[in-house]
């Protein structure tokens, strides 16, 4: 019996070196930004960066529908390890979460992550973080309360769900802080954006990740993971934007990730939602659009 699936391919603004980084280089303009990724063959875009896009619903919803794009969902940083930074996260999740609901609906995930590359230790460690280097008891409390309540403020307020995105070079980066997190927060509350080349860079194996924690996967992205940037990282002591710099996040079929696999796998059990293909390409580093066609002709040829 074959399962009925409805898997979506949506890309993301920081494909086109548009980060919640402030990193240098001539960021290129939102219309262009969604141009291309309807050109390239993807059926939706995430937000960005809170200002890249229109904050106005109506001229969001306008951008959108002249592309015949979805939106899937928004990546929204908050230092949950610091209960004083969750008022202000909660405030830019609401904001953010407001402006999705308004233009589109209720059918966006917000998507909940560690304000990373801020924390000195973490940023210079990143792909070879030790059980040492993560919270205390206390701040993983602390972090995991933070969590939930700012995906309940949402809920309540717009009736988006919220996901968690494990990402190098943040306090959710290894397999073992994942399962921390997910251990710490409501399941009815806060599913996980599993993202397979974080996972990779961060000491797992991305199909095994999928397949310990897909109870809780709500929202996937696919990036790729360079063994050989991986292993020169790991040698050379390179920080997360030295990485980023170096290429770590490669084009799809180019690193150790197996997405053959994966698409099986996501269509055994039947995943229904979103898959958002993501290559940090840096100003500088290439030409986004090329390396999202191929990117989307590597995923047909993977049958999505």
């Not at 262009?32 to 059926?43: C, H, M, N, P, S």
């Not at 002249?66 to 230092?79: M, Q, T």
């Not at 949402?154 to 997910?182: D, K, M, N």
């Not at 994966?262 to 939602?273: C, F, P, S």
């Amino acid at each position: 019996m074959t399962n009925t699936i409805s898997i979506q391919i949506a890309n993301a603004p920081c494909s086109w070196g548009v980060l919640e980084f402030d990193l240098p280089g001539q960021k290129i303009g939102y219309a262009q930004v969604l141009d291309e990724i309807k050109e390239t063959g993807y059926a939706g875009t995430e937000l960005g960066d809170w200002g890249f896009m229109p904050t106005e619903p109506a001229a969001l919803r306008r951008e959108l529908a002249a592309r015949e794009l979805a939106l899937p969902g928004a990546f929204v940083p908050v230092d949950f390890s610091k209960e004083n930074a969750h008022d202000g996260g909660e405030q830019l999740a609401l904001k953010t979460a407001r402006l999705m609901a308004e233009a589109v609906g209720n059918t966006p995930f917000l998507v909940l992550a560690d304000d990373n590359g801020k924390d000195p230790i973490r940023t210079k460690n990143a792909g070879r973080v030790t059980p040492e280097q993560s919270l205390s008891p206390e701040r993983w409390g602390t972090f995991c309360r933070g969590v939930n309540r700012i995906a309940a403020s949402v809920r309540r307020e717009t009736g988006l769900r919220s996901v968690f995105h494990h990402h190098c070079a943040g306090y959710v980066e290894t397999p073992w802080e994942i399962e921390q997190l997910l251990q710490g927060t409501d399941p009815q509350l806060v599913g996980l954006c599993f993202d397979t080349g974080h996972f990779r860079f961060g000491g797992g194996e991305a199909l095994e990740g999928f397949r310990k924690f897909q109870e809780r996967i709500w929202y996937v992205h696919f990036k790729d993971c360079s063994p050989a940037m991986h292993r020169q990282s790991r040698a050379l002591g390179w920080n997360y934007f030295e990485s980023l710099q170096h290429g770590i996040f490669c084009e799809l079929g180019q690193g150790d990730v197996d997405f053959a696999a994966m698409v099986a796998e996501l269509k055994k059990v039947n995943y229904q939602g979103w898959i958002v293909v993501e290559q940090d390409v840096l100003p500088g580093m290439g030409t986004p659009k090329e390396y999202a066609r191929r990117n989307r002709e590597f995923l047909r040829a993977c049958g999505l």
